[in-house]
């Protein structure tokens, strides 16, 4: 997309940011709100909202602007957290920086973090989030963080492949999901064992409309084990099934919406039991 046309959708912030890491001073491209540029479309099973093109400002991804990403050192976070970053942390990503910007370089070629932004380094910053919150200790909830950061990038990369089918984008796609449904997963079992709090996030997410807080965290830890945990191996895949099963119906026995378990969760959380339910009784019979 042309650089003039992007002005109509975002806007560089006036703010200063001073990276933590590299001390680069910059400032952020921010999503532009309002004048009809977001047009919502459907939610998916994955709490993913989806929006229509509209016929002025054409296709607008919001989650391509969420990570905050130094464009020197490539050092990322979500926004609060940018500049909080404990000096131990900053000695390890400044270490890591060379290796950093190789690695991403990999997957996604071309990128330049002082441009606007598109999809490809939007995907690209959700995957440096989820890399850069090794740094951050376990008072940041880093690991539910990295996991909502790997979600994000497997849709950004799926936006991808169907914009250009062939590059492989779906592949890369699957394994962010898989990497989301892991991450998902530990962060919930850090949680109930005591060795990593949530209290380090406020907005799950894991979209940008709306926030479903740690009912949705559960949710989609059930729900990425459904869709992608241990497909190839049915030894495993039961047992994983029905703690998913367990998992969700903490959701699916509430019976009724609230400020905090809203209508839409609970329907996708039913529909995945009775999935789950199902698939378990097939492999019984």
């Given at each position: 997309?042309?650089?003039?046309?992007?002005?109509?959708?975002?806007?560089?912030?006036?703010?200063?940011?001073?990276?933590?890491?590299?001390?680069?001073?910059?400032?952020?491209?921010?999503?532009?709100?309002?004048?009809?540029?977001?047009?919502?479309?459907?939610?998916?099973?994955?709490?993913?909202?989806?929006?229509?093109?509209?016929a002025k400002y054409g296709e607008v991804y919001p989650l391509i602007y969420q990570a905050t990403?130094?464009?020197?050192?490539?050092?990322?976070?979500?926004?609060?957290?940018?500049?909080?970053?404990?000096e131990q942390g900053r000695e390890k990503a400044a270490e890591d920086r060379d290796k950093r910007?190789?690695?991403?370089?990999?997957?996604?070629?071309?990128?330049?973090?002082?441009?606007?932004?598109?999809?490809?380094?939007?995907?690209?910053?959700?995957?440096?989030?989820?890399?850069?919150?090794?740094?951050?200790?376990?008072?940041?909830?880093?690991?539910?963080?990295?996991?909502?950061?790997?979600?994000?990038?497997?849709?950004?990369?799926?936006?991808?492949?169907?914009?250009?089918?062939?590059?492989?984008?779906?592949?890369?796609?699957?394994?962010?999901?898989?990497?989301?449904?892991?991450?998902?997963?530990?962060?919930?079992?850090?949680?109930?064992?005591?060795?990593?709090?949530?209290?380090?996030?406020?907005?799950?997410?894991?979209?940008?409309?709306?926030?479903?807080?740690?009912?949705?965290?559960?949710?989609?830890?059930?729900?990425?084990?459904?869709?992608?945990?241990?497909?190839?191996?049915?030894?495993?895949?039961?047992?994983?099934?029905?703690?998913?099963?367990?998992?969700?119906?903490?959701?699916?026995?509430?019976?009724?919406?609230?400020?905090?378990?809203?209508?839409?969760?609970?329907?996708?959380?039913?529909?995945?039991?009775?999935?789950?339910?199902?698939?378990?009784?097939?492999?019984?019979?």
């Open positions: 997309m042309k650089i003039e046309e992007r002005a109509k959708v975002s806007f560089q912030s006036k703010e200063e940011y001073a990276c933590p890491v590299c001390e680069t001073v910059f400032h952020r491209e921010e999503l532009l709100s309002g004048s009809g540029r977001l047009i919502a479309g459907a939610l998916t099973d994955e709490l993913h909202r989806l929006y229509e093109p509209s990403v130094c464009p020197e050192c490539w050092f990322a976070a979500i926004d609060k957290d940018f500049s909080s970053l404990p910007i190789a690695d991403t370089s990999l997957i996604f070629k071309g990128l330049n973090f002082h441009n606007p932004k598109d999809l490809e380094s939007g995907a690209a910053s959700q995957y440096l989030v989820v890399r850069c919150y090794d740094f951050f200790p376990k008072e940041f909830s880093p690991t539910i963080k990295q996991g909502i950061a790997a979600l994000r990038a497997g849709w950004l990369l799926e936006d991808l492949d169907r914009k250009t089918p062939g590059q492989h984008y779906d592949w890369l796609a699957m394994l962010f999901k898989k990497k989301a449904m892991f991450l998902y997963d530990d962060a919930i079992r850090k949680e109930q064992s005591g060795k990593e709090t949530l209290s380090g996030i406020k907005i799950f997410g894991p979209d940008t409309d709306k926030n479903y807080a740690y009912e949705g965290a559960l949710y989609l830890s059930a729900l990425l084990t459904f869709k992608y945990g241990f497909l190839d191996n049915p030894g495993l895949r039961a047992p994983a099934l029905d703690e998913a099963k367990r998992t969700i119906a903490k959701i699916f026995g509430i019976g009724k919406s609230s400020k905090s378990k809203p209508g839409p969760l609970l329907e996708h959380a039913r529909s995945l039991y009775d999935k789950i339910s199902k698939e378990l009784n097939e492999a019984d019979a």
